[in-house]
């Protein structure tokens, strides 16, 4: 490895993943580095640009060539191109649940049972996460890493966790089912279709940098220690290898997955188009080149998924130049609301239209985060509000679903059960349209409430997502706290891209001089009242004495005097600052691994200070300590 420099404790604890095959292959993609970050730089100027009102969004010009591609974009929205087949493992993918492979400050045998339950879960497929649901304190990227090739390559440690775990799941499965789940705990094991998401281009890696302290993506880490860690098991039990690509934003940077992945293949004597994708739909400018990413992807790409909440986010942060967008309580913006309905049949719409050889890709839907846990009454409405949206994704044309917690598996399966086919490949709809009206409606909003108990809710998940993530916990089962100890409402899991889309509410609210709908009694505000900063401050106030009040089961007393007050700072920083920051787990990194206050206040100014001048900070300032 003559390019990149690591912690050299991390080498020596790490050498089942950070193998000499691993090192040599990192060494090989270093020459991508730079072209990451020229597309992180064009990104922030793209949004430069949105916000002071000089670039409207808009569809890419029909005679232009899609760059990094020598396609035209006509031709990839008549689909004259050549994309992948679906693969056998991935023609029926039902319910694919989502989580990390880790836990945070978990010895290995603890840990290992994250795997576990995925793996015996009954999900056609699990998306094991490097990015949202992954924390990111000290080494846990790594310990990611691990525990997906300890369960891959069938380590024994991993095999009693799973036996042991397997027993575990029958119990909750007999009482709240009344059956079994794992029948043959060995045999179901290769059930479920492994995937991993790696983290995306916007991220840096917090171990990893170039000779001189530059920093180094974390997409290019994060995928070549999985395939290259894995790619003979998975290849010797003719299994595919799978990731989903998040956060890509433009057609161009899909061209760039495109060529990472075709390099780390040539690299591996492995045929051009061996690692398949799926592209998570989560960024506004994505929803208006969706057929120019599937022919840039070409031979990797097999599906879109439509995620719900990043995507939110990313309708807000594109629009935060725009007076008059202002979105209301986040408990509104259902899939069926204006622009999320457009945007999800831009989707439909796009799997559903031909490559030159037929091939049609496969639509995921979006995330269940109900946890089955709670009062009976509370459980039996969550539930049936949950089986209701995947019926109506199933109904629209969806081949599958997103759970976030394995209980929920089985509760969502009969749904697509139902319907018998293994997807619905290739149904009929109308040709994607590209119009200026269609346009429009991908930004379009509809009356809605906008009141305090939605800002309270809206803060609330906020700072304890963020402590949660500065303690670890990047996935966190969360709910607003005048609800704690009221088993009728339901925990719900979240991971960052709730915790950004809370945030870009509330910005917008604040600085768009956002309007109440309804009257509230507590702070005697009317309907038509400004959402103003004295209001913002006070029910951050009131809602941070609720926290510091809770009981440990909620927020952790450990958290209280360290990462809960970093937290807060954060959220009141990022809200009241005029230039909004572009990502909320920007200013989370920063503070990774810190329990000083002081020290937190100098990184968010740090961060600021950079980002008025054009500047976006992603590396993990503690690494140039730790090489010294």
């Known amino acids: 490895m003559e390019r990149l420099t690591l912690n050299p404790d991390l080498m020596s604890g790490y050498k089942d993943i950070l193998t000499e095959d691993v090192l040599s292959a990192l060494d090989h993609m270093v020459e991508l580095n730079q072209e990451q970050k ?39 929205r008549n689909g004259r191109f050549v994309g992948s087949e679906i693969p056998g493992d991935l023609k029926r993918q039902w319910i694919q649940g989502t989580g990390p492979a880790a836990k945070p400050g978990a010895p290995l045998e603890s840990s290992l049972r994250n795997v576990a339950y995925a793996l015996l879960s009954g999900a056609d497929g699990w998306m094991f996460d490097g990015e949202d649901a992954l924390g990111q304190i000290k080494s846990m990227s790594l310990d990611n890493q691990r525990n997906l090739k300890m369960a891959i390559a069938k380590d024994p440690l991993f095999m009693k966790v799973a036996q042991r775990v397997s027993y575990e799941m029958n ?18 094991l290769d059930f ?12 840096d890696d917090r171990h990893f940098c170039l000779e001189g302290g530059e920093p180094f993506s974390a997409s290019i880490v994060d995928v070549t220690l999985f395939v290259v860690n894995n790619y003979k098991e998975f290849l010797k ?38 690692v398949k994708t799926y592209v998570l739909v989560e960024q506004l400018e994505a929803t208006f080149q969706l057929m120019e990413i599937r022919a840039a992807l070409g031979l990797h790409f097999v599906g879109f998924n439509t995620g719900r909440w990043d995507y939110i986010n990313s309708v807000s942060d594109a629009l935060a130049g725009e007076p008059t967008f202002i979105n209301p309580n986040i408990e509104a913006i259902s899939m069926t609301y204006a ?53 109506r994704e199933q109904a629209a044309g969806a081949s599958g679903k997103w759970v976030a917690h394995w209980k929920m598996v089985h509760i969502i399966r009969p749904v697509w059960e139902a319907m018998k086919e293994k997807n619905q490949l290739g149904r009929d709809f109308p040709a994607l349209d590209y119009s200026e009206s269609s346009a429009a409606a991908l930004t379009l909003l509809e009356a809605a409430p906008r009141t305090i108990r939605g800002a309270r809710n809206l803060l609330s998940v906020a700072i304890q997502y963020g402590n949660a993530f500065l303690q670890g916990f990047q996935a966190a089962a969360l709910k607003p706290a005048d609800f704690f100890g009221d088993d009728n409402i339901l925990y719900l899991m979240e991971d960052m891209a709730t915790g950004e889309i809370r ?23 009317k309907k038509g009242d400004v959402f103003t900063r004295n209001l913002f401050d006070r029910l ?23 990462t809960l007050p970093i937290a807060l700072e954060i959220v009141r920083r990022y809200v009241h600052e005029p230039l909004k920051a572009p990502w909320y787990i920007d200013l989370l990194n920063l503070n990774l691994n810190n329990e000083d206050l002081q020290e937190a206040l100098d990184r968010i100014n740090l961060y600021y200070n950079n980002l008025k001048q054009g500047i976006r900070m992603t590396e993990n300032l503690d690494l140039k300590t730790q090489l010294i």
């Not at 119990?171 to 179901?188: A, C, H, M, N, P």
């Not at 940077?253 to 188009?273: H, S, V």
Request: net charge negative; with cysteine.
């Open 192 to 203: 479920t279709t492994i995937i991993f998401r790696a983290r995306g281009l916007h991220l």
């Open 171 to 188: 119990i909750w499965s007999k009482g709240f089912l009344g059956r079994s789940i794992v029948t043959d705990w060995e045999r179901q």
């Open 540 to 562: 951050l106030g009131e809602e941070y004495e609720k926290l510091l009040k809770a009981k440990d089961k909620d927020v952790h007393d450990d958290s209280k005097s360290t």
């Open 38 to 76: 020229r597309l992180m730089q064009k990104r922030l100027e793209r949004r430069a640009k949105r916000l002071s009102g000089d670039l409207p969004l808009a569809f890419l010009p029909e005679e232009a060539v899609i760059e990094g591609t020598d396609i035209l974009v006509s031709d990839a």
């Open 339 to 391: 622009y999320m309905a457009t945007y999800e049949d831009r989707v439909r719409c796009a799997v559903n239209t031909p490559d030159l050889k037929g091939n049609y890709v496969l639509w995921q839907g979006g995330m269940e985060p109900n946890i089955p846990v709670g009062s009976e009454e509370g459980v039996a409405s969550s539930m049936e509000k949950a089986l209701a949206g995947a019926r």
């Open 237 to 274: 039990r003719e299994a595919s290898i799978i990731l989903y690509l998040p956060k890509i934003q433009t057609a161009e940077e899909a061209a760039y997955w495109n060529r990472l992945l075709n390099r780390l293949e040539d690299y591996l004597n492995l045929e051009n188009g061996t």
């Open 503 to 525: 945030l870009s509410v509330l910005w917008e609210w604040l600085h768009k001089a956002g309007t109440l709908t309804e009257d509230d009694s507590e702070t005697n505000c």
